[in-house]
């Protein structure tokens, strides 16, 4: 094991998970589809985890005690 690896064992980590109701996300998917083809859920996923983080900046902030 390298250096990098047994430090990396000793970074404190942070797991959550929760449900939704996405009616109204997936409608709006729908519609953009038409525009964007392409389209998936994940670039949705992404703004709400960068708006989340920066209301919340502690889960995403580095505390050492």
């Known amino acids: 094991m390298c250096k990098a690896e ?3 064992k ?3 980590f942070f797991t959550f998970s929760d449900e939704l109701i ?3 996300l997936l409608k709006l998917r ?3 589809k038409i525009i ?3 389209l998936s859920i994940l670039p949705f996923f992404m703004k709400a985890c960068s ?3 920066k209301d919340y900046p502690l889960v995403n902030a580095w505390v050492d005690n």
């Open 51 to 53: 708006i989340a983080m």
């Open 10 to 12: 000793s970074i404190p």
């Open 6 to 8: 047994s430090e990396s």
């Open 30 to 32: 729908k519609e953009l």
């Open 22 to 24: 996405a009616t109204n």
């Open 36 to 38: 964007y083809p392409d």
